[in-house]
């Protein structure tokens, strides 16, 4: 089983900054087989990237994704008010299971 | 629209089962792999289980294999979680989860999610 392990756990911004979160997994991830997603309070997820770097319909472009291997980041170059969430970053590779991390908390500072 | 709505959640004593459903609208299922993911109150997301569009390719979390069968009926536009030897840890919103294609790859969308509480 591949673990990812997110830092921060927390991560304190204001609007109008810009947010960096790590997510790094225990073996390489096949094929870049890696997403994003964004839950708020009381919401269900939604995915943003997948792929390791192509964002889903209806994405910003403020949201962008690099990585390979066994290291991957999410940046959102200019924090939005909306933007303070919980992200998870789940691979999905070649074989289940397709865990996720444990998430990174983006407050308002 | 694409509509995933989740029922068959519940109180259930330890030991006991229970069969969940996640209803599709708005999209033909057998066109696409799908998901179950769940989350215990306050912690973050755990995926449970996946089947692509024919049912040719299952997997399971560790946790939950052996104890957990997905299946899908695609005349029905239905997907289905039997969960046996339920245990207090199985406590959580259950959410399913359609993926993009169909294999299971990423989840591009979710249901509301239904509740499964165990305890005696």
């Known amino acids: 089983e591949i673990v990812l392990t997110q830092s921060p756990g927390t991560l304190s911004l204001s609007p109008g900054e810009r947010a960096t979160l790590s997510c790094r997994a225990s073996q390489s991830v096949s094929s870049s087989y890696l997403a994003w997603y964004q839950q708020k309070p009381?919401?269900?997820?939604?995915?943003?990237?997948?792929?390791?770097?192509r964002r889903a319909t209806?994405?910003?472009?403020?949201f962008s994704a690099?990585?390979?291997?066994?290291?991957?980041?999410?940046?959102?170059?200019?924090?939005?008010p909306e933007d303070f969430a919980v992200y998870y970053c789940q691979q999905y590779g070649s074989s289940p299971p397709y865990t996720f991390g444990q998430g990174t908390k983006l407050e308002i500072k | 629209e694409v509509q995933l709505v989740e029922s068959g959640g519940g109180l259930v004593q330890p030991g006991r089962s229970l069969r969940l459903s996640c209803a599709a609208s708005g999209i033909t299922l057998d066109d696409y792999g799908m998901h179950w993911v769940r989350q215990a109150?306050?912690?973050?997301?755990?995926?449970?289980?996946?089947?692509?569009w024919n049912s040719g390719r299952i997997g399971y979390a560790d946790s939950v294999k052996g104890r957990f069968t997905i299946s899908r009926d695609n005349a029905k536009n239905s997907l289905y979680l039997q969960m046996n030897s339920l245990r207090a840890e199985d406590?959580?919103?259950?959410?399913?989860?359609?993926?993009?294609?169909?294999?299971?790859?990423p989840i591009d969308y979710w249901?509301?999610?239904?509740?499964?509480t165990v305890s005696s």
Do not use: H, M, N
Not at chain 1, 42 to 53: E, F, N, T, W
Not at chain 1, 58 to 62: A, E, H, K, L, Q
Not at chain 2, 41 to 52: D, H, R, T
């Open chain 1, 66 to 80: 690099s990585g390979s291997g066994t290291d991957f980041t999410l940046t959102i170059s200019r924090l939005e």
């Open chain 1, 58 to 62: 209806g994405i910003p472009d403020r």
């Open chain 2, 111 to 116: 249901g509301q999610g239904t509740l499964v």
């Open chain 2, 91 to 105: 406590t959580a919103l259950y959410y399913c989860g359609k993926g993009p294609g169909p294999s299971t790859g």
């Open chain 2, 41 to 52: 109150p306050g912690k973050g997301l755990e995926w449970v289980s996946g089947i692509s």
């Open chain 1, 42 to 53: 009381g919401q269900a997820p939604r995915v943003l990237i997948y792929g390791a770097s």
